[in-house]
């Protein structure tokens, strides 16, 4: 779904605006995305609470989110403005101003940073690059489909909305659009997408409400003392360390109270797996990583979690996904020392302490698979 949307944006985004025609019919399609805009250059901003999901073709939730957000796009320039807190770790804001967006990643000291929304494109905040919190693309949405069709009075929890629906085909699949436009205040409260598969989500706003023009400092985030900016996109991030070096070594203990030592492992195959509890790849590959280790008696599997807080135990919580694997934190010395900025990553090393095989997942969308590929031809030899 989220690679759809980005299909979607960068259509919209390379078309120039129509000229308005509209009647001023409140059920008119057009006239209710233009008032949604019009809302936001009255001189306001706008508090509200977000909640998201994802489902996948079997309607089966992949992902559920909420928080709290701030919108403006003050007149006369009209330049949007957003911040994002979610409940989840209300501590990683996201900002948006009309330098890029800024994301706050506590857990690493960084501030990702891009020139554009876009970023937010393969993240579970994709709904807030189609909502006109944070740009043209709805507004783009419509001229571009005028087969939009208002679909009655509806509502948003208890506040009214009126309901239009649109379907945008793409190469290779049908798209249904479900936006509700608050009655009152001209937002969407509501929007959703399904794809032909029954892949979609939706996100909805509640308590919204008018509120004075804060400063624009409040749509932007500053670097504390020891943290660093990198590239939302990766583009900077260092690529995993070369093949055939000798891979650095390392003394952590595991989710037992044992020692975990590479050097202690010399003679052995290894396989290391940087990962996060609170990632959702991650914990995904937990079950994966598992039936590596039971498909090669040979192998050994060690999970280092990565950028966890002191209250979370990944031993733990790696059992409870059925992960029968040792498990250590990794500190930052070994994070460093692996060139780790994004999980999940991989490593396998050698009897003879060099490396066989580097990847990230950011990076290549099938590393897991080709890791699954690499040690079954290495074990065949």
């Known amino acids: 779904m989220r690679r759809l ?22 059920t008119n399609p057009d006239t209710l995305v233009l008032r949604a805009y019009q809302a936001l250059l009255d001189s306001t901003a706008f508090a509200f609470r977000y909640s998201a999901y ?15 957000g701030l919108a403006m796009a003050p007149p006369p320039e009209g330049l949007f403005h957003l911040r994002i807190t979610p409940d989840e770790a209300p501590e990683d804001v996201i900002a948006l101003d009309p330098r890029g967006l800024q994301w706050r990643f506590t857990r690493a000291n960084r501030i990702y940073i891009d020139s554009t929304a876009q970023g937010l494109l393969n993240t579970e905040y994709v709904f807030f690059v189609m909502h006109p919190f944070s740009g043209l693309w709805l507004y783009q949405l419509h001229q571009q489909n005028p087969g939009a069709v208002y679909a009655g009075l509806d509502a948003v929890g208890t506040r009214p909305c009126h309901r239009v629906n649109l379907t945008v085909d793409v190469p290779g699949q049908q798209n249904s659009f479900s936006i509700c436009y608050d009655a009152e205040l001209a937002l969407p409260t509501e929007l959703g997408v399904l794809n032909s598969q029954g892949a979609g989500g ?13 400063d624009t400092s409040a749509f932007s985030l500053p670097l504390p003392e020891g943290w660093t900016y990198a590239n939302l996109d990766g583009s900077d991030r260092p ?3 070369n093949l055939g070096t000798a891979a650095p070594d390392f003394s952590l203990v595991d989710g037992d109270g ?15 797996d940087f990962w996060g509890t609170w990632c959702g790849p991650c914990v995904a590959d937990l079950p994966k990583m598992q039936a590596l280790q039971d498909a090669h008696p040979d192998l050994v599997v060690l999970g280092l979690a990565s950028y966890e807080d002191d209250a979370t135990d990944p031993a733990a919580f790696a059992r409870e996904h059925g992960a029968t694997y040792r498990i250590a934190n990794a500190d930052t010395t070994v994070l460093n020392a692996y060139n ?4 999940p990553m991989y490593y396998v090393i050698g009897r003879d302490g060099t490396i066989l095989f580097g990847a990230i997942h950011d990076d290549e969308e099938d590393a897991g698979g080709r890791l699954e590929t690499f040690l079954r031809s290495y074990f065949a030899r």
């Open 258 to 272: 044992q020692p975990a030592r590479l050097a202690d492992l010399r003679g052995k195959v290894v396989l290391l």
């Open 5 to 26: 949307v980005f299909v979607l944006l960068a259509l919209a985004c390379a078309l120039p605006l129509r000229a308005q025609t509209a009647a001023p019919d409140a």
């Open 202 to 214: 939706k996100l909805q706003l509640t308590d919204v409400a008018r509120t004075a023009l804060p």
């Open 239 to 241: 690529p995993p360390l």
């Open 340 to 343: 780790v900025r994004a999980v």
């Open 54 to 68: 994802f489902q996948d073709s079997n309607g089966q939730s992949e992902k559920a989110i909420s928080g709290q």
